[in-house]
Each structure stands twice: as C-alpha cells, then as structure tokens.
C-alpha cells in the first residue's frame, strides 16, 4: 500500500511538472526544502521595535518599549513567533558572530574578544560553522555585510587591495577594527561574498567575489560605493535573488546571513539617515530629549542625547529589509523561507549612565529574536522560552530539517521542536543563560541576573588587587536593575545561581571553569 501510494504521487508530480515552463520546474524542484534568511543588524537593542508597544506583547516586556517606527519588523512578529527572552550571552560583536556561526562558546570557537589590531582572537578554520554545514545540506550560501571575525593583519597595500603579505607593498592594515575575509577556509564555504567594513555607513568598505557588484573590481579589491550602507547591501541582495548574473543555482534552496552595520555608532548627523530622522524623531514630533522619547526610566538623559539618530538609523533598517521582503513575497519565495531576525547585542542608549554595550546590564544583552516561516509555523506566536547565541545554528537547522546533521561539537541547544510543536514535551527547555565578559561570568533565568566580576578591566588587565564583585538583579522586581542585591541577602536564591552558573561553565569549558576560578564561591562538579 505504501509503495503504491509512492508511485501514484510520483506520476502526479511528473504530470504536474510535465505542464510546467523551465523556469516554473526550477522552483517545483526545491520547493520542499526552505531557504534560510537570517537578518541581524548590529547594536539593535530588543524593544527598539514598534510591535512591542502593542497590547499583545507590551506585557512581556521589562521596563518600557522604545517609541521607534518599525513596520518591517512588526510585519515579522505579527507574522511569526517572538521570543521574548533572547540573550546576547556576550554582547560583543566577535564574540556574538563566533557563537552565531559555530554553535559553541568561545573557548571552543576562538573569539574571546572583538577581533581588532593587537589581538589574536579569530573564527577557527577548522571548525563547521552554519554556512559549512549548509552548503554541504546542498544550498547555495551567501554573505552580506558586516562579518568580524578574522584576525587583523596588515596584508593590505596603502590603497586597501588585499595582497596577503606583511611585505611591501602589504604592511598596511585596511581597518583597525576588522579586516577583509580572503577566499579559503576563513570564509566557510560561503559562496557569494559581499563583504562590508568600517562604522561609516556612507562609504562602506566593499570587498566581494562578484565584479558585477564592485565595478568590475577583482576579489579582494577595495570597492567604495559612496552608499549609504543598508541600502546597498539591500540592492545587492535583490540583485541575487532575481540572479541577474547567474550566482546561483535555482535548483537549490539559498541560505544567506545578512548583517547590517546600522544601529550601530557612530551616531552623528553626517553618518544617520536624516531622512529617517526628519519624518519621525525631529524636533517637531520630540521637541527635547526627554522620557517620551528615552522612556527607560533608569537612562541618563545627557547621556542618551543621540536617542534621535539611533532610532533614525532603526526605522531606516527596517525600510531596506522591507525591500528584501517585499522581493522575496513578489517571487512567491516568502512563505518558504524561514527569516530569522535578531541582532548581536543590545544598546545602552544611557541607561546606567552609560551608552554602547559590552556590559551585564539587560539593555545591552537583551536582544530581538523573531522566527517567521508562513508555510512552517503558526503565526502570531510568543514563547518566553530563553534562547542565546549558540542556540540558534541547531534551531535553524532544525527548522530547515537537517537536525541528523548538527556536528555533536554543537554546544547549544535545538529549539526547533518547540517552535513546530510548542505543546511539546520532547525539547527540555533551557532554565539559565551563560553571561559572558572578558572581566565577568553570569547566569540569567526567568527572573535573576547573578554577575561576578573580577577587579580588572574588560581587556584582562588588573586595576586593581581584591577578588570579585558579586551581585544579583531581580529583573521581575526591578526591571530597571537600579538594586544590586548582595548575595548573603538572597542566600537560596543565590547559592542555585551559584551551582548553576558552575554547571554553565563546565558545559562551556570556560576558562573560569579549567581553573576552577573564585570556587570559594562557585560550587564547580569535580568530574
């Protein structure tokens, strides 16, 4: 019987194709397998989007959602499953893509820090990462915009052309803070190339395997479009998927990762879409920067005097990733491809007195994560299930139905079972997330944020001699983390973060942990 009912949709499928232009059997062909988009601009803190504001999600949110123009996004959320407890476990922009790509911590992936000048951290060659293992799943893999994840080197002549030598005419670095990725193993089977460097989000710093796309330039050329950045790369990736020049295979599903530098600084007039800034943050909708605009009751207001040019820079994300939307809804590719938006790490935007990032408060770690796949998953759906960076390369694939193909070395968890069945009980939910700085270790759950800090700065080194700094937030109770609780005023509740961020450590073969770090405090598992 089984047999039988094989062959009668074997030869319905053949008469369905048989009817069917070249180009309309190219689509048939893969049609059962989804393509993979995963968005995630920089710096874009978790409730910098409009749908928060709105009855159905306002009360999942901690303190106040940002007051920004998101139609895009909120398209996404309405049309997808939230989560509403997505953690930036280090909220660096290296670190992040090191977990994002390999599913590992960075003891195992090798970024401990952002990678930059002076410093050795950089994506192991030899590991699989999301684009290895999904061009080996027969995809065609492509890249756009910002990567970060290589070691820089001065392989560069004075003018930006990638020579690989330190020797004359190299000895010159392109970027103090990243650098160009050279075709080979650094870039992961990653077969379209289309890189972008440097925070100036009008004269990105182009690099690409695609002359057609550099003015003929070769790769590893310097290419300077004099575009502002989001909009650009949003052209090129159009340009991709209508394969104007032959790029891809359409007899294959596409798995593309697109990172945008914007929201990320600088934050000045020159480098915002003032056209943004006009229609929805100027002085005439915001006359002064004040708690209608930075709502976060714990932000310094002083501090956070460049609210209007952030939230410029979201909304105008949003309109370049609705043309890639929009693009991919009028080839009617949407509603087979799962679009995973999120971002790297969060933004300070003033509160605790601070901007930027790389810190354990919630604004800098907390992170958008939204799942959209019409024909895979229920819209409309919430889940507060905690979700971090190395999750998220088992759940795509998951999703995507390669889950018999996540490498074992994978150290996050597969949450893809509960987005296509969210009442099951098969997928054990994680209970802590891992909290990483180069100075600090800590746990999050539902309710608690437990640091300890060391006394030295971010880099490793030491201000100053003493132990570490320990304290707990209770996020529930004080979503603004304006009280540090010390840890002998909440002794249960500290000692099972204790033992939880110990188990965390040994699972992540963190340093702390080989060293068996501070375990005068943190009850570390001898085996």
């Known amino acids: 019987m089984k047999f039988t009912r094989v062959l009668i949709c074997f030869f319905s499928l053949f008469i369905i194709i048989g009817c069917r232009t070249q180009a309309e059997k190219k689509v048939e062909i893969f049609i059962e397998k989804p393509n993979v988009l995963i968005i995630f601009p920089d710096q874009l803190r978790r409730y910098s989007a409009g749908y928060w504001s709105e009855d159905k999600y306002k009360e999942h949110v901690i303190g106040k959602p940002d007051p920004v123009i998101t139609p895009t996004i909120d398209k996404l959320a309405h049309n997808g499953i939230v989560f509403t407890n997505a953690i930036s476990n280090y909220p660096l ?90 075709a080979g193993k650094a870039r992961h089977n990653i077969e379209y190339f ?54 891809r295979d359409l007899n294959k599903p596409f798995f593309m990762i697109w990172s945008l530098n914007p929201p990320h600084n600088p934050w000045g007039d020159a480098d915002t879409d003032m056209e943004m800034m006009r229609a929805h943050y100027d002085t005439d909708k915001f006359p002064e920067i004040d708690r ?49 938006f999120s971002s790297d790490h969060g933004e300070m935007l003033g509160s605790h007195g601070m901007e930027g990032k790389n ?92 640091s300890l800090k060391e006394n030295k700065k971010q880099s490793g080194e030491r201000k100053e001699k003493g132990s570490v700094d320990a304290f707990i937030y209770d996020n529930i109770n004080d979503p603004y983390q ?24 040994k699972m992540a073969n963190d340093p702390w942990f080989k060293n068996k770090k501070f375990s005068e405090l943190i009850p570390y598992a001898s085996k």
């Open 292 to 340: 209608k605009l930075v709502v976060r009751e714990n932000a310094d207001l002083e501090v956070a005097k460049y609210a209007r040019n952030y939230f410029a820079a979201v909304t105008s994300i949003d309109k370049y990733i609705g043309l890639v939307i929009d693009e991919l809804e009028k080839t009617g590719v949407l509603d087979n491809t799962i679009v995973v």
């Open 482 to 505: 304006l009280k540090k609780i010390r840890l002998e005023d909440k002794p249960e509740v500290a000692k099972k973060l204790l033992i939880k961020l110990g188990e965390k450590l």
């Open 194 to 247: 289309y890189q972008a460097l440097k925070d100036d989000h009008f004269n990105p710093h182009i690099y690409s395997n695609d002359p057609n796309a550099i003015e003929g330039k070769k790769d590893g050329e310097l290419h300077l479009p004099k575009v502002y950045s989001a909009k650009n790369e949003s052209e090129k990736i159009i340009d991709y998927l209508q394969n104007k020049n032959s790029h």
């Open 359 to 450: 810190v354990i408060e919630m604004e800098a770690m907390a992170i958008p994560f939204i799942v959209h796949w019409p024909k895979g998953l229920k819209a409309g759906g919430i889940t507060d299930v905690l979700l971090s960076a190395p999750d998220i390369l088992p759940t795509t694939m998951g999703l995507a139905g390669l889950t018999n193909k996540i490498p074992a070395t994978v150290q996050g968890t597969n949450l893809s079972g509960l987005l296509t069945n969210p009442a099951s009980n098969k997928v054990e939910k994680p209970d802590a997330v891992l909290l990483m700085l180069g100075n600090s270790r800590g746990i999050l759950t539902h309710q608690y944020t437990l």
């Open 93 to 182: 922009c290296s670190p992040f893509r090191g977990m994002l790509m390999s599913g590992m911590y960075p003891e195992q992936n090798g970024i401990w820090n952002n990678c930059r000048v002076g410093r050795d951290d950089s994506l192991k060659d030899d590991i699989p990462t999301l684009t290895d293992l999904f061009f080996e799943a027969g995809y065609n893999t492509s890249y756009f915009g910002k990567f970060h994840w290589l070691k820089t080197e001065p392989f560069f002549d004075v003018d930006g052309n990638y020579v690989g030598t330190k020797e004359a005419p190299g000895g010159h670095y392109v970027n103090k803070y990243d650098t160009y990725i050279p």
